[in-house]
T-cell receptor, first 113, second 113 residues
Framework: NAGVTQTPKFRILKIGQSMTLQCTQDMNHNYMYWYRQDPGMGLKLIYYSVGAGITDKGEVPNGYNVSRSTTEDFPLRLELAAPSQTSVYFC????????????FGSGTQLSVL | GNSVTQMEGPVTLSEEAFLTINCTYTATGYPSLFWYVQYPGEGLQLLLKATKADDKGSNKGFEATYRKETTSFHLEKGSVQVSDSAVYFCALSTTGANSKLTFGKGITLSVRP
């Protein structure tokens, strides 16, 4: 059971470039989340989804887009990368029947230079 | 809105020392409370949880008690090990199908032999 898989693990972008961070889960979870983690700032919610075809903004959605065409996949898109988007990105999922336990991927470390 | 406040870090302890990491929260209603742990290079994992006042969550020798009167959920361990070195996040979640976790800033614990 792979759990939540994120790719790539590391990436360096130039200002203005675009990229997609991939997230896949094999637990048939309805709820999926994207967080960014900045040093000393904890985790901030970017976007979340409660099921295929449904997405909603979190605390810090500006500069990002998401889609949820299947239960398994929840990609995060950066259209015009900016230095402020340098961060570690985590994807997470949970079973809609369980309110508490989030399963996290191992993260993507992104640098925008 | 909801918020979680953790004590400032980092914390450095010797092996077998007693650990306390403070966490207080602000929330409407009756949240569930959590401690997540992040080991180096990995995503977050649920360490323990408590869903109502006076509940005690425990796992791997760690404990935390849900104190409604002081709005606190302090993490304790009687004897830390080097393998406990990690970043610890306190979090809360309000009830409801669309509830989301609110995280504290996290605190880094280093345990030296």
């Amino acid at each position: 059971n792979a759990g939540v898989t994120q790719t790539p693990k590391f990436r360096i972008l130039k200002i203005g470039q675009s990229m997609t961070l991939q997230c896949t889960q094999d637990m048939n979870h309805n709820y999926m989340y994207w967080y960014r983690q900045d040093p000393g700032m904890g985790l901030k919610l970017i976007y979340y989804s409660v099921g295929a075809g449904i997405t909603d903004k979190g605390e810090v959605p500006n500069g990002y887009n998401v889609s949820r065409s299947t239960t398994e996949d929840f990609p995060l898109r950066l259209e015009l990368a900016a230095p402020s988007q340098t961060s570690v990105y985590f994807c997470a999922s949970r079973d809609s029947l369980s309110n508490e336990k989030l399963f996290f991927g191992s993260g993507t470390q992104l640098s925008v230079l | 809105g909801n918020s979680v406040t953790q004590m400032e870090g980092p914390v450095t302890l010797s092996e077998e020392a007693f650990l306390t990491i403070n966490c207080t929260y602000t929330a409407t209603g009756y949240p569930s409370l959590f401690w997540y742990v992040q080991y180096p290079g990995e995503g977050l994992q649920l360490l323990l949880k408590a869903t109502k006042a006076d509940d005690k969550g425990s796992n791997k020798g760690f404990e935390a008690t849900y104190r409604k009167e002081t709005t606190s959920f302090h993490l304790e361990k009687g004897s830390v090990q080097v393998s406990d070195s990690a970043v610890y996040f306190c979090a809360l979640s309000t009830t409801g199908a669309n509830s989301k976790l609110t995280f504290g800033k996290g605190i880094t614990l280093s345990v030296r032999p």
